[in-house]
C-alpha cells in the first residue's frame, strides 16, 4: 500500500499561519456583517448573557470550520478541490469576523480554548483526508455541514426574541453552511457510516457544551 506522500514545507507554512491568524487575530470579513436595520436588539443583562454563551459557540464552531478546511486544503492532490476548500474556508472566515462582533457587542468574549478546538479540528481534517481520500474528506464536510446547520437551526430557536442582531448573523451563517453541504456533495462526497457520524455527533455535544460556559 502506498502512504501519502507529505505536505510540502509551503503548505505547512501556509496553514501554520492560517492557524495563527485565527485564533490571535481579529478576522476581517469580505462581505458585510447581516444586520436588521429596522429592528433594534435591546436585551435584558441576563438575555445578553445568553446570547454570548451562544455566539461564542458558534464562534468555536468557525475557528473549527477554519481548521477543517485548511487541513483538507493542505493534504488533497486535486487542485481543484484545493481552490474549493479555500473558496469553503473564505465564507468561512466572514462567518468568524461575524461572530466575533457580536461577542464584542454583548460584552462576550471568545472561548479560551480556540487553541485546542483548532487543533482538534485539524488533526480530523487531516486524518480524513489522509486516509480516506477526497471523497471520504468531502463527506466529512457534508456531515459537518449539516450538524453545523441544524445546530444552528437550534441557536434561531433559543435566542432572545428581541437579538434581532445576533439572529441575522445566524441565518446567512446557515444558509452558507447549507450551500457548503450541497457544493461537497455535488464534487463527489461519499455518505460516511453511521458509527462515524454518530462520533461526530458526540465529539461536537462535547465541543459546544464546554464553550458554551469557557
Same mark, same amino acid.
Given at each position: 500500500?502506498?502512504?501519502?506522500?507529505?505536505?510540502?514545507?509551503?503548505?505547512?507554512?501556509?496553514?501554520?499561519?492560517?492557524?495563527?491568524?485565527?485564533?490571535?487575530?481579529?478576522?476581517?470579513?469580505?462581505?458585510?456583517?447581516?444586520?436588521?436595520?429596522?429592528?433594534?436588539?435591546?436585551?435584558?443583562?441576563?438575555?445578553?448573557?445568553?446570547?454570548?454563551?451562544?455566539?461564542?459557540? &458558534?464562534? @468555536?464552531?468557525?475557528?473549527?470550520?477554519?481548521? #477543517?478546511?485548511?487541513?483538507? %486544503?493542505?493534504?488533497?492532490? !486535486?487542485? +481543484?478541490?484545493?481552490?474549493?476548500?479555500?473558496?469553503?474556508?473564505?465564507?468561512?472566515?466572514?462567518?468568524?469576523?461575524?461572530?466575533?462582533?457580536?461577542?464584542?457587542?454583548?460584552?462576550?468574549?471568545?472561548?479560551?480554548?480556540?487553541?485546542?478546538?483548532?487543533?482538534?479540528?485539524?488533526?480530523?481534517?487531516?486524518?480524513?483526508?489522509?486516509?480516506?481520500?477526497?471523497?471520504?474528506?468531502?463527506?466529512?464536510?457534508?456531515?459537518?455541514? &449539516?450538524? @453545523?446547520?441544524?445546530?444552528?437551526?437550534?441557536? #434561531?430557536?433559543?435566542?432572545? %426574541?428581541?437579538?434581532?442582531? !445576533?439572529? +441575522?448573523?445566524?441565518?446567512?451563517?446557515?444558509?452558507?453552511?447549507?450551500?457548503?453541504?450541497?457544493?461537497?456533495?455535488?464534487?463527489?462526497?461519499?455518505?460516511?457510516?453511521?458509527?462515524?457520524?454518530?462520533?461526530?455527533?458526540?465529539?461536537?455535544?462535547?465541543?459546544?457544551?464546554?464553550?458554551?460556559?469557557?
Amino acid at each position: 500500500m502506498k502512504l501519502p506522500s507529505p505536505p510540502s514545507v509551503d503548505q505547512i507554512c501556509q496553514a501554520a499561519d492560517v492557524a495563527l491568524r485565527t485564533i490571535f487575530t481579529r478576522p476581517h470579513a469580505s462581505r458585510s456583517c447581516p444586520t436588521v436595520p429596522e429592528q433594534q436588539s435591546e436585551l435584558t443583562a441576563a438575555e445578553k448573557a445568553h446570547a454570548g454563551a451562544l455566539m461564542r459557540v &458558534n464562534h @468555536v464552531g468557525e475557528v473549527c470550520a477554519q481548521a #477543517l478546511y485548511t487541513a483538507q %486544503a493542505m493534504v488533497t492532490k !486535486s487542485p +481543484a478541490l484545493r481552490r474549493h476548500f479555500e473558496h469553503a474556508a473564505a465564507e468561512e472566515t466572514d462567518h468568524l469576523a461575524w461572530t466575533r462582533q457580536r461577542l464584542d457587542e454583548l460584552d462576550a468574549r471568545p472561548s479560551v480554548l480556540n487553541p485546542l478546538w483548532y487543533a482538534g479540528a485539524f488533526g480530523l481534517g487531516a486524518l480524513a483526508g489522509q486516509l480516506g481520500g477526497d471523497r471520504w474528506s468531502l463527506g466529512f464536510v457534508v456531515e459537518t455541514e &449539516n450538524q @453545523v446547520a441544524a445546530h444552528l437551526q437550534s441557536h #434561531l430557536d433559543s435566542l432572545p %426574541a428581541n437579538d434581532h442582531a !445576533s439572529k +441575522a448573523i445566524v441565518v446567512q451563517m446557515k444558509d452558507d453552511e447549507e450551500l457548503h453541504s450541497r457544493q461537497a456533495q455535488q464534487a463527489g462526497a461519499l455518505d460516511l457510516p453511521a458509527p462515524v457520524k454518530t462520533l461526530m455527533t458526540m465529539a461536537a455535544k462535547v465541543m459546544t457544551t464546554v464553550a458554551h460556559r469557557i
